[in-house]
């Protein structure tokens, strides 16, 4: 069977390869730190030499809008574009072309039906930056197929914390029976607290520092009880009205287990907390 | 009303360049030729005619008035990125990076502590 190596959840932050490689005397003051942070990061994946990439975002109104929208939906292609003309006009994110494995996405897109989530699926998908991102900060080099998942945390009515966490199991699992004796790492960005298109964007902080550290400190220990206990979809718009992306650090959670994290680091910047964390399994998924 | 034909505007507009342009430079025209010609388009054969703007809608468009939209329950993205297109630069030229986005952020001061308008379609 396949062997999961690593589980890497982070934000994607869309500016960091402007904010790092425009001339240094133009870019912000924490652009050295970060690249730091993001290269120290890159090392927790490089290090488990993956094969394949399973990588879970959430298109933003780039492929997927009103009038067909899914929950969740998986790329089956052999090969995928990516970076809309809008990405590459407002965050300079160049195009790429990423690699498919269709063999592991028909099976992954079979084992998540079997297991009750009604993926849809797509077999011409262009990747946007929430995909893009880890690219450029875990494997720059783009040289691994990847089975792309998309989630709505963006269109409401959207999915409880919990379906996102059941999902994150029913990946793992998926993950784990795959007859195949590739080492598979699984890559999800989302957000914590944030804001866009309201009055608390772009200030100093993320719109709620509070949630943010909260938020840290679960993930860090894997508390997920925690977790369900105290997020819903309506804190989580308390706390700013893109916040929603946390879904995806809390499906990432489903698929490393309720285990602490084996790396976890974060950036204070300007209108975010940007953070990282790395689980290598210590269990079988139930 | 149709929050979804206002999010459908924002949406074609911001992923195309020759729109994006139309759009900055003569609101009132473009935003008339989209609702006779883009907006209806479901493919290069097939139209709709379930959606229209209402006249507020319309004049929000028209404004490119973003607080408008925004209580209209326009989609925070959508309603953010099309008018960063049009007005980061100069903003930015004038007055420091995030200038505009800082702007827009202070226009809708009103709305801090409160629930804000649904984008739910």
Avoid at chain 1, 16 to 37: C, D, G, I, N, S
Avoid at chain 1, 203 to 219: K, R
Avoid at chain 2, 59 to 66: P, S
Wanted: glycine share 6%.
């Amino acid at each position: 069977m396949a062997e999961l190596v690593a589980t890497l959840a982070s934000t994607h932050h869309p500016f960091y390869l402007k904010a790092t490689t425009m001339p240094v005397e133009q870019q912000m003051p924490q652009a050295p730190e970060w690249k730091r942070k993001v290269e120290s990061y890159r090392e927790t994946l490089a290090k488990t030499k993956p094969d394949i990439l399973v990588m879970i975002g959430s298109d933003h109104f780039h492929q997927i809008f009103l009038d067909n929208c899914p929950q969740f939906l998986i790329g089956k292609a052999e090969a995928y574009d990516a970076t809309f003309y809008n990405e590459e006009r407002e965050f300079g994110i160049p195009k790429y072309l990423l690699q498919g494995d269709p063999q592991m996405s028909g099976f992954m897109h079979q084992h998540l039906m079997d297991q009750n989530f009604d993926f849809a699926f797509s077999n011409e998908l262009k990747i946007d930056h929430s995909i893009i991102c880890p690219i450029i900060t875990v494997r720059p080099q783009n040289d691994l197929p990847v089975v792309p998942i998309y989630t709505n945390i963006f269109a409401p009515p959207l999915h409880s914390p919990k379906r996102f966490y059941d999902l994150g199991r029913a990946i793992r699992k998926a993950i784990d029976d795959y007859p195949s004796d590739k080492r598979v790492a699984a890559i999800g960005t989302g957000h914590l607290s944030l804001e866009l298109g309201g009055p608390r964007q772009f200030m100093e902080t993320g719109p709620d520092p509070d949630f943010d550290h909260q938020a840290i400190d679960w993930l860090r220990t894997g508390n997920i009880d925690a977790i369900l206990e105290n997020v819903s979809l309506e804190s989580m718009e308390k706390s700013g009205n893109a916040t929603h992306g946390f879904l995806n650090f809390i499906l990432m959670l489903g698929v490393a287990g309720p285990e602490a994290a084996d790396y976890v680091d974060n950036l204070d910047l300007f209108h975010t907390m940007e953070a990282y964390f790395t689980w290598y399994p210590k269990e079988q998924a139930a | 009303m149709s929050k979804y034909y206002v999010n459908k505007f924002l949406f074609t507009v911001d992923r195309d360049p020759e729109y994006l342009k139309r759009y900055a430079e003569d609101p009132r025209t473009f935003v008339a030729t989209w609702e006779q010609s883009i907006g209806p388009k479901l493919n290069d054969a097939e139209i709709s005619t379930v959606h229209s703007f209402t006249p507020e809608e319309r004049q929000a468009l028209v404004n490119h008035d973003y607080v408008a939209l925004f209580e209209m329950g326009a989609h925070f993205f959508l309603n953010l990125t099309i008018f960063i297109g049009i007005y980061d630069e100069p903003y930015m030229a004038k007055d420091g990076p995030l200038a505009f986005q800082k702007e827009f952020a202070r226009k809708l001061e009103h709305w801090k502590g409160k629930d804000y308008p649904s984008v739910e379609t």
